[in-house]
Every structure is written in C-alpha cells, then in structure tokens.
C-alpha cells in the first residue's frame, strides 16, 4: 500500500514516505485581505485541534475562468502583500499558483510551494521556473494526462536540481463536462517516487457545466477525500469557503468551512489505519 517515495520538509510538516498525511487548504482566491485571514485564522485553528499539518493556499489571480467577466483576484502585487501578512503573523507555510514563467521567482519570495496549475503542466518554460525557485513545487497532473506521463514532468523538475516535488490528482476528463477520480491511477502515480496530493474539491467540478461558470457537486467531497486517504495519499487539498454560495470563484466546488473540522477527524483515522494498521480516536 504504501511506496517508497521521496521524503522531505516544507516548514515544520514532514512530506512522504509514512509521514502522517498533511493539509492543504485554503481559498480559491483572495476576495479581500481581512476574509483571507479569517479563513487561514479558522484552518489553523481546526487543523491544530486535529494535530494535522497545514499549509495554507490561496490564489491572487485565477486566470483560467470560463467566462471573460468571472471574478480573478486583487493579483500578483497585492495578492502576494496580502499573503505575506497572513503568513508572517500566522505562522502559516504557504503555496501559491502562478500562471506566467517571468512570475515564478516574485511568488517564490512569498511562498513555500510553489504551484503549477493543471492546464500549464506540460509547459515546459512554467515547470522549470518552478523547479529553479528552489521552492517545493505542487504540479496539478492535467485532467487529460495519464498517471505515467507525469514522469516526464518529474523530470523537468529534477533537471533543474530540485527534487521536493509533489504531484496532484486532480480528476480525469472523462466525457463532457465530466471528471472521475481513478484512485488506481493515483497509486500509480505515486510509484514514480514522489508523494501525491489528492486535490478533493476540484475533483467535483463539472467544467463548463453551467453555461457561463464551472458547476460542481459539493457533496462528493467527503466521500472522494476519504477514499484517496484510504488509497494513500500524502496530503489531501481543500478550498474552502464560509459562505459557498456567494463565492466569487468555484462555489459549487467549495467545502463549507464549518464542515472541515469533523472531515479532518475521519481522515486522520483512515489514514492511521492505512500507515499503522490500528484505529485510535482523535
């Protein structure tokens, strides 16, 4: 069940191998800097309760939207600001996406991962100006890529000298407005040596499905979060949101915050059993 893979640090949370399973998990995007906070504020508040590490996300500019008008971010200026701040006086590790190569060494200043969204993850000029930030970089395999063509991303990343890498399932095309989660695929993704994070929010979209938005199906969460703990994932990924239905950004596709506290529970248990084969409370 559980590979060899690549161990490492980001901050205090060690990575890989059969290291408890980690958090990441935020907001889909800055909406204002006093929410961000308060967001970051109640994930570390649940995620110390459980005794799970954290690393904090947030997007400053969401560049890939369906409609020209969605809402995208304060951007990188100021969204980096903003998430200084919370990082400073949290004491919160960090990742951030970037979308433009030129743009890798400014948020690698901020942030402790660096983040490769899906549809950039073949690019080769974007993943190694990740790779040189000397920062952790999190790729987003692409819905249409196969669990073994992330070798070749790996790669790019390892030419560059860097080799804290961690590798995102995401979901799979699967159809129209459709994506599945393969959880045979992510075990296999995971024997190329790396550790593998289970994105559990962007695996519910419905891409396109609402016309002029992305839908999802908000409910499928929990589910699909507790089977990849069970398949054995290294960090589950969330975004979150205190009020879902008036995100700017991905609400159908957005945990409820207050519903984190009791998901964190159930996955630390699973994840026990996977690591230890005992059950404790807690």
């Not at 952790?136 to 030419?159: C, H, T, W, Y």
């Not at 290294?234 to 949101?241: G, I, N």
């Amino acid at each position: 069940m559980i590979e060899k893979v690549k161990e490492f640090s980001i901050g205090e949370i060690r990575v890989g191998g059969r290291s408890p399973f980690f958090l990441i998990a935020g907001v889909c995007v800055i909406e204002d800097a006093d929410w961000t906070r308060r967001i970051a504020e109640a994930l570390k508040t649940a995620a110390a309760a459980r005794g799970v590490g954290l690393v904090f996300k947030a997007s400053y500019d969401k560049a890939n939207r369906t409609s020209l008008n969605s809402f995208r971010g304060p951007g990188l200026e100021t969204g980096l600001k903003i998430l200084k701040k919370i990082k400073d006086e949290l004491e919160l590790p960090l990742l951030v996406d970037f979308h433009r190569a030129e743009d890798a060494a400014t948020v690698a200043e901020v942030a402790d991962v660096v983040q490769v969204p899906a549809f950039l993850c073949r690019q080769t000029d974007i993943v190694a100006a990740a790779a040189r930030t000397g920062r952790a970089v999190n790729v987003k395999k692409g819905q249409f890529l196969a669990p073994e063509d992330a070798a070749a991303i790996i790669e790019k990343i390892r030419s560059a000298g860097n080799e804290r890498i961690l590798i995102t399932e995401r979901g799979t095309s699967f159809g129209y407005h459709y994506l599945v989660s393969d959880f045979k695929g992510m075990v296999r993704t995971r024997k190329l040596g790396f550790p593998v994070v289970y994105d559990a929010t962007h695996s519910t979209q419905l891409p396109g499905g609402g016309g002029g938005f992305t839908e999802g199906e908000r409910e499928m969460i929990e589910p699909l979060a507790r089977s990849a703990l069970a398949a054995g994932c290294d960090a589950v990924f969330l975004e979150v949101h205190d009020r879902p239905e008036e995100a700017l950004s991905d609400g159908p596709s957005l945990l409820p915050l207050e519903r984190l506290p009791a998901l964190l529970g159930e996955l630390k248990a699973i994840d026990r059993i996977v690591k230890t084969g005992r059950a404790r409370d807690g």
